[in-house]
């Protein structure tokens, strides 16, 4: 029944939106199967830049955010200066907007002599903004772990970074999935942030092909695509948080 109410409601917004008085124009602008066409093979193309910044900013972020939430998470004086780099390094590029990272990243450094690497650098700085997003949502996983498992693990003879490694950590970050789905859903869409400093990634790509034929369609073959990509995911995060609910209440039976 879910699934008739769904395509009745699909079927009038569509009706509605096809009989509207401006849609020729419209679909003129926008959908033109014509342009559609040709700028399909280039935007393709150019979308591998897009799933290849993403799969090495993914590891690269889930690498350094678990470094930086450690090191948040240590307890002592002697580890005040390490706590204070992560706070410090999480509300500078947390606070900043990612636009203005990657624009000093990827103009300002080699301006200074370093290589001018577009791609290289675009890479470096959605890793360094994410990285601060991610580390938040592992320190919220470990801080979830209840301090009894870390006080079982040192009463058995285990170190705090060994307590760390093997009996928090794990438990943490079986928690923390659907958030860190959630982060890299983000992660995908912002790749598209590079094309400001000269990476041709599919945004760019429909740019171009937009400026040699003033129709729109090309940009909305782009959206299409990253839609392609996040859709999935999504609908995985949906997923694992339901099957986390009916664990919760098997558990709590």
């Given at each position: 029944?879910?699934?008739?109410s769904t395509l009745i409601v699909i079927s009038v917004v569509g009706?509605?939106?096809?009989?509207?008085?401006?849609?020729?124009?419209?679909?003129?602008?926008?959908?033109?199967?014509?342009?559609?066409?040709?700028?399909?093979?280039?935007?393709?193309?150019?979308?591998?830049?897009?799933?290849?910044?993403?799969?090495?900013?993914?590891?690269?972020?889930?690498?350094?955010?678990?470094?930086?939430?450690?090191?948040?998470?240590?307890?002592?004086?002697?580890?005040?200066?390490?706590?204070?780099?992560?706070?410090?390094?999480?509300?500078?590029?947390?606070?900043?907007?990612?636009?203005?990272?990657?624009?000093?990243?990827?103009?300002?450094?080699?301006?200074?002599?370093?290589?001018?690497?577009?791609?290289?650098?675009?890479?470096?700085?959605?890793?360094?903004?994410y990285s601060a997003y991610v580390s938040e949502v592992y320190r919220?996983?470990?801080?979830?772990?209840?301090?009894?498992?870390?006080?079982?693990?040192?009463?058995?003879?285990?170190?705090?970074?060994?307590?760390?490694?093997?009996?928090?950590?794990?438990?943490?970050?079986?928690?923390?999935?659907?958030?860190?789905?959630?982060?890299?859903?983000?992660?995908?869409?912002?790749?598209?942030?590079?094309?400001?400093?000269?990476?041709?990634?599919?945004?760019?790509?429909?740019?171009?092909?937009?400026?040699?034929?003033?129709?729109?369609?090309?940009?909305?073959?782009?959206?299409?695509?990253?839609?392609?990509?996040?859709?999935?995911?999504?609908?995985?995060?949906?997923w694992l948080v339901e099957r986390d609910r009916r664990r919760q209440?098997?558990?709590?039976?």
């Open positions: 029944m879910s699934i008739v009706f509605v939106v096809v009989n509207s008085p401006g849609w020729e124009r419209v679909q003129e602008a926008f959908f033109n199967p014509k342009y559609a066409a040709a700028a399909w093979p280039k935007i393709w193309a150019a979308f591998g830049r897009n799933v290849a910044l993403f799969l090495l900013a993914e590891v690269l972020v889930l690498a350094f955010g678990l470094l930086l939430a450690v090191m948040r998470s240590l307890k002592g004086p002697v580890f005040t200066p390490i706590r204070g780099f992560a706070i410090i390094y999480v509300d500078i590029f947390r606070g900043l907007p990612g636009i203005l990272v990657v624009y000093v990243l990827g103009l300002g450094l080699p301006a200074l002599g370093l290589p001018a690497n577009p791609f290289f650098w675009g890479l470096v700085a959605l890793v360094l903004i919220a996983g470990i801080e979830s772990v209840h301090p009894s498992q870390d006080a079982a693990a040192r009463s058995l003879g285990l170190s705090q970074s060994q307590s760390l490694r093997w009996v928090v950590v794990p438990q943490a970050v079986r928690r923390i999935v659907p958030p860190l789905l959630n982060d890299f859903i983000g992660l995908t869409k912002d790749t598209a942030l590079v094309s400001l400093i000269g990476v041709v990634e599919a945004f760019r790509r429909g740019q171009i092909e937009y400026a040699g034929s003033f129709n729109f369609t090309p940009i909305v073959v782009t959206g299409m695509l990253f839609l392609v990509l996040t859709i999935p995911m999504s609908r995985f995060v949906d209440m098997a558990t709590a039976r």
